[in-house]
């Protein structure tokens, strides 16, 4: 796509009926409303590398906004903690345990995360989940984080919710002041279980209400449409909460539409299989639903057989609301800026559209309207060559 196609999509200014209101607030009281390639597009002085995302000392400032913490357990962190919590696992060092990343669809993968997170079981092991994150995604040039994390996953071996979230709050309360990067969580049901047990989770985590931004969706996809969990998400939103879910990265179109018609959630997650629905598409444009992709997740998980066939060119010419995610970081190879960095080496996106993008993750946070509006400030003045 060329540059006058960002713009011009860059352009739109939502109007007050639009579904997603912190993204209509944003547009109409920002500047990224007006051209980013007019702002960002400069000359290139001799020298000067023209991919913005090799620069790797300097990442662009973004946000995160499909993140797993569960899915950040490096394999030298699971040994630690694993050994620490006296549960040791059967690999002899983590390059033996890191020999099993090696996925070739969604489900290979969930059983290989769901057996390593089953080191899991004090405070101390989500709070040092949490800060092992915060340090990389802070060399990545994240400044806002929506962490996801499947308290079902961890109750269902006993371990209580207050341990999950005190455990991460720990961490997560100060991550502005000590790591620079804003947060929120995001409590995922796993759809792969009952509704029953969904309804449970929710219900124990109503007294960390302030801590939680939103619920979500997520585990194996086919078989688990968001109809089963109507009830469950609008008891959340009653209960204050916003909603996203995980649809289409496996998934049918249909399981988009129900997520939006039923679920009434804000943002998609994933959400590559709308392409097959030119009617979905037109929903999604028109009512600027950001799709939170992750590109190096669907190479590593087969929805793609390599980089250079990822479908993200073809949403951004859609018009689409894209942002890039890393997903499980530690087990796909790769955290945000390195899925960025990938783009551009790959798919032949741009800066303009790289800073787009950057862009748009703070757009479609869950963010308020003047933090939204610094962080934009701050992408507006980011220079390559140095903060
Ligand atoms: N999809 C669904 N569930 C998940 C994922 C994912 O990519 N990562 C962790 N849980
Ligand atoms: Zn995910």
């Not at 913490?69 to 549960?87: F, H, Y």
């Not at 802070?138 to 341990?163: K, L, S």
Request: proline residues 7%.
């Amino acid at each position: 796509m060329g540059l006058s196609m960002i713009a011009l999509r860059s352009r739109r200014v939502p109007s007050s009926a639009d579904p997603h209101p912190a993204i209509g607030k944003l547009a109409a009281s920002s500047p990224t409303a007006l051209p980013a390639s007019s702002r960002f597009v400069q000359p290139h002085p001799k020298g000067y590398c023209p991919r913005i995302a090799d620069r790797r000392a300097a990442p662009i400032p973004k946000a995160e906004l499909h993140l797993h913490i569960e899915g950040t357990l490096e394999p030298e962190l699971a040994l630690e903690v694993a050994d620490r919590n006296r549960l040791p696992l059967p690999y002899a060092d983590a390059a033996e345990l890191r020999a099993r990343y090696r996925f070739h669809n969604l489900q290979s993968f969930l059983d290989v995360y769901f057996e390593t997170m089953a080191v899991l079981r004090t405070e101390e092991d989500f709070a040092d989940l949490a800060s092992g994150y915060l340090n990389r995604a802070r060399a990545q040039g994240v400044r806002h984080a929506e962490i996801f994390f499947d308290p079902q996953a961890h109750i269902e071996r006993g371990v209580p919710m207050a341990t999950v979230i005190d455990g991460l709050w720990s961490v997560l309360a100060a991550s502005e002041e000590r790591y620079g990067i804003s947060t929120r969580l995001i409590m995922c049901f796993l759809r792969d279980r009952s509704p029953v047990s969904a309804m449970e989770a929710l219900e124990s985590a109503l007294p960390y209400r302030d801590r939680i931004v939103a619920v979500g969706l997520d585990s194996a996809e086919v078989g688990h449409p968001p109809s089963e969990f109507v009830e469950l998400f609008d008891r959340a939103r009653r209960e204050g909460f916003r909603c996203v879910a995980h649809a289409g990265e496996e998934g049918p179109p249909s399981y988009i539409w129900e997520a939006l018609d039923l679920l009434r959630v804000a943002r998609i997650d994933h959400g590559n299989r709308c392409l097959e629905d030119p009617a979905l598409v037109a929903r999604l444009r028109a009512e600027r639903v950001p799709l939170t992709v992750c590109p190096l997740s669907n190479v590593r998980l087969g929805a793609v057989g390599r980089m250079a066939d990822h479908p993200l060119p073809e949403m951004i010419d859609a018009g689409l609301l894209v942002t890039v995610n890393s997903d499980d970081p530690a087990y796909f190879g790769g955290y945000i800026d390195d899925n960025y960095r990938l783009i551009q080496r790959d798919l032949g996106i741009d800066d303009a559209q790289l800073l787009q993008l950057a862009g748009n993750s703070f757009r479609a946070a869950f963010l308020s309207d003047a933090e939204r509006a610094r962080y934009l400030k701050e992408l507006e003045e980011y220079s390559p060559a140095g903060r």
